[in-house]
């Protein structure tokens, strides 16, 4: 990197850097990762979703859990494997802030890419709702969702990638990072107290969260109410009393049950959400800057 290159300078040639590198030594396999994934995915689910409550609710939770793992992978060992590159670099004029603007822009094309293609596999599998709740058009909704899931779940790979000392250490960093992520969403078990609030801080609590409001949860039919009252017909005089209750009621009653105020059907309630993602991806986009600053000083 020659001295005089100014910031932008700088980004514009490690932009370019690193999207030859993703069709030199083809780092587009990360693309084909995606897709593989929500093929699985959708091959499981795809006749339940967006039919059933409980279905769609874990459903989401599993995609939302893949997606973050998709983004992590994208970016965990992008940093650490060329860090005695950045050393000698930072040492002859390279801004750290741009390296990482860089990185930043290609890591935002790689996950459009994927949000694209994994909404186009699910549509083959899923019928998707009608209508979007913020942009009126779900598939924008939709992928403006996966997007951010997938950019901040891959700053978050970015920023460990900037941290630890080497490819070994981020590969073993990562799985911790998903079972934090998978625990302590609040989507698997309830949590409470401490656990409670540092559920706040995970990307899959936030991202199901805003999946399930754009799939308009509440209104889709649960099976709840009706599979607890056919383990009631094995009771003598049982089955005669449930066949009484209307249709209507039962699937008013179960409405009721399973309505959660968490996925309202509000806009406001998705562009929050949409904003605490983007809040995750900069926050760790800023730690990935303030680490590699410091990396004269790395005796790694």
Request: with cysteine; hydrophobic share 50%; net charge positive.
């Amino acid at each position: 990197m020659e001295e005089r290159a100014g910031r932008l300078g700088q980004i514009r040639v490690y932009t370019g850097k690193f999207f030859r590198i993703f069709v030199n030594e083809r780092d587009w396999k990360v693309i084909v990762f995606a897709v593989v994934i929500s093929a699985l995915l959708s091959l499981v689910m795809g006749p339940k979703m967006f039919v059933e409550k409980e279905f769609t609710r874990t459903g989401m939770f599993a995609i939302v859990s893949a997606m973050v793992w998709i983004g992590i992978f994208n970016s965990i060992q992008t940093v650490c494997r060329e860090r005695a590159i950045i050393k000698r670099e930072h040492r002859t004029g390279l801004h750290i802030t741009s390296y990482v603007a860089a990185h930043m822009i290609y890591q935002a094309a790689i996950c459009a890419v994927q949000a694209v293609a994994m909404i186009v596999i699910y549509r083959i599998f899923m019928k998707f709702p009608d209508k979007g709740l913020v942009t009126g058009n779900f598939y924008v909704d939709v992928f403006i969702c996966f997007f951010l899931i997938l950019y901040a779940s891959d700053m978050m790979g970015l920023a460990v990638s900037s941290v630890v000392k080497s490819t070994t250490a981020a590969m073993t960093v990562m799985p911790f990072l998903l079972i934090i992520q998978l625990i302590l969403s609040g989507s698997i078990f309830p949590l409470s107290g401490a656990a409670s609030s540092i559920s706040n801080l995970t990307i899959s609590k936030w991202g199901q969260r805003v999946l399930c409001i754009e799939s308009n949860l509440n209104e889709i039919p649960s099976t709840v109410l009706e599979e607890e009252l056919e383990q009631l017909r094995v009771f003598d005089g049982m089955d005669v009393l449930i066949d009484l209750i209307p249709k209507e009621t039962l699937q008013d009653m179960s409405a009721k049950m399973t309505y959660r105020k968490i996925y309202a059907y509000k806009a406001e309630l998705v562009i929050r959400r949409w904003l605490y993602l983007l809040g995750f991806a900069a926050v760790f986009a800023a730690v990935s800057v303030l680490s590699l600053e410091l990396i004269d000083h790395d005796k790694r």
